[in-house]
């Protein structure tokens, strides 16, 4: 019997936040493959791998795949290649296949790219929803997000000062993530909307790591990290 490949959000980052039905997913499992980062050669980290040995998969079943981090996608778009190529194998054998998603599968995930190539080969796949970081990032500030009419606004990565004062200035909530690639973007929006609260995280989901703030004065001192985010409310 073959068994549609499951992508499986497992939540920003606290093992708690992962959903019932992907805990379960996870558990029947044969092989799970989790994205990783080389820090030196035989060395890898996986913000995945450690929310999987939380939950207490089995770390046999846990398969680490590289994804190099450059600007150029190239290599990195070849390790989805491999990886794609690689699940096929364990899906014609007849082994039910997970790959560990952080945050939601469908929301900004570059393990898409793993997912289309399955598709064109004629794998079939089912996503299993989960929560984004900027929705764990709301409760722990203890935040409504959005209420009654109120549009939300998601930017990820590299917007211009003018945009995002636009996109405020319409009234809108507006959620920034990837902030280490539009810090001085914020950082100057800061003055520019004395009137609006800026409410900014770093590593929401770990706990000996998490950070949070409407401090102004200490969000411009800061350096953001790879995992931080802001959201920006009137």
């Not at 981090?69 to 699940?87: F, G, L, P």
């Not at 935040?143 to 211009?160: D, M, Y």
């Amino acid at each position: 019997m073959l068994h549609p490949v499951k992508f499986v959000s497992l939540g920003p980052g606290e093992a708690e936040l992962i959903t019932v039905k992907g805990w379960k997913a996870l558990l029947s499992a044969q092989a799970i493959y989790c994205p990783a980062t080389c820090l030196s050669p035989g060395k890898m980290t996986s913000r995945g791998a450690a929310i999987l040995a939380e939950l207490q998969i089995e770390p046999a079943k846990i398969k680490l795949f590289p994804v190099p981090m450059s600007k150029d996608r190239e290599a990195a778009m070849q390790a989805y290649k491999e990886t794609a190529h690689t699940i096929r194998q364990n899906y014609q054998e007849g082994m039910q296949v997970a790959v560990a998603v952080e945050g939601d599968a469908g929301f900004y995930s570059s393990t898409h790219y793993i997912m289309d190539e399955l598709k064109e080969q004629g794998i079939p796949v089912s996503q299993i929803g989960g929560i984004p970081a900027f929705i764990a990032c709301e409760a722990k500030a203890g935040i409504h997000l959005v209420k009654q009419g109120e549009q939300l606004v998601v930017i990820p990565g590299r917007v211009s000062l003018d945009e995002l004062v636009k996109e405020i200035r319409q009234d809108r909530v507006v959620v920034l993530m990837k902030t280490s690639q539009c810090e001085e973007t914020i950082k100057q929006a800061i003055p520019a909307l004395s009137d609006h609260t800026f409410h900014y995280f770093e590593n929401v989901g770990l706990r000996e790591k998490e950070f949070y703030t409407t401090d102004k004065k200490q969000i411009v001192e800061r350096a953001f990290p790879y995992f931080s985010l802001v959201i920006i409310h009137s």
